[in-house]
């Protein structure tokens, strides 16, 4: 039985920093990320990482603040957020695919995590 269990969220004040950790178990993925939703909002691409090369993909308003990083003898990934904004408060999803393809889609990821909750402050 597939699991991915998030953890690390947390309340900061703007320009702080979190870090998120997402252990799987039950499989290897090729690809595992990260999407959040806030309130009354879609879920969004936030960061991914291929397990094979460690390639990194992020979406646009996260660049250059968050990164994401990947421990395959745990079969854990991290997402290091830096520079926060209260724009970035939303609960983060880990996610996790068996495809070749990264995808920022939603509806390409097979496995979901519960989510943890991250807000910002001002």
């Known amino acids: 039985q597939v699991q991915l269990v998030e953890s690390g969220g947390g309340l900061v004040q703007a320009g702080g920093s979190l870090r998120l950790s997402c252990a799987a178990s039950?499989?290897?993925?090729?690809?595992m990320g990260w999407f959040r939703q806030a309130p009354g909002k879609g879920r969004d691409f936030v960061a991914a990482i291929r397990r094979s090369g460690g390639s990194t993909y992020y979406g646009d308003s996260v660049k250059g603040r968050f990164s994401i990083s990947g421990d395959n003898a745990k079969n854990t990934v991290y997402l290091q957020m830096n520079s926060l904004r209260p724009e970035d408060t939303a609960v983060y999803l880990c996610?996790?695919?068996?495809?070749?393809?990264?995808?920022?889609?939603?509806?390409?990821?097979?496995?979901w995590g519960q989510g943890t909750q991250v807000t910002v402050s001002s």
């Open positions: 996610a996790a695919d068996t495809g070749a393809i990264v995808s920022r889609s939603r509806y390409d990821y097979d496995y």
């Open positions: 039950g499989g290897t993925f090729s690809v």
